[in-house]
Nanobody, 120 residues
């Protein structure tokens, strides 16, 4: 079965850190761009970050620049989203998806999501 599985979410205090994982099953990530998205209650889904397959270039939403990093370990078939200096507004369900590129192409193989809650 071809799928992406997110993990690593949880409850963290403001200023804390979490590392999310996006693991591929049934296919390899080597040739795919992987994007992270999030959706907060009552809000539309938004793009958070992306890492390309071709040159490893990355993209971040302005709201997370300087606080989040993205990396990929092709040997483990996994992409990571390291989140630091977390804020309550980062609270959302985080999803990963695969595409042929970080922009202009459709996203697929959506995971089930992992909940991140930032609260004191």
């Amino acid at each position: 079965q071809v799928q992406l599985v997110e993990s690593g979410g949880g409850l963290v205090q403001p200023g804390g850190s979490l590392r999310l994982s996006c693991a591929a099953s049934g296919f390899t990530l080597d040739y795919d761009a992987i994007g992270w998205f999030r959706q907060a209650p009552g809000k539309e889904r938004e793009g958070v970050s992306c890492i390309s397959s071709s040159d490893g270039s990355t993209w971040f939403a302005d709201s997370v620049k300087g606080r989040f990093t993205i990396s990929r370990d092709n040997a483990k078939n996994t992409v990571y989203l390291q989140m630091s200096s977390l804020k309550p507004e980062d609270t959302a369900v985080y999803y990963c998806a695969a595409s042929g590129g970080c922009s202009g192409l459709p996203w697929g193989h959506w995971g089930q999501g992992t909940q991140v809650t930032v609260s004191s």
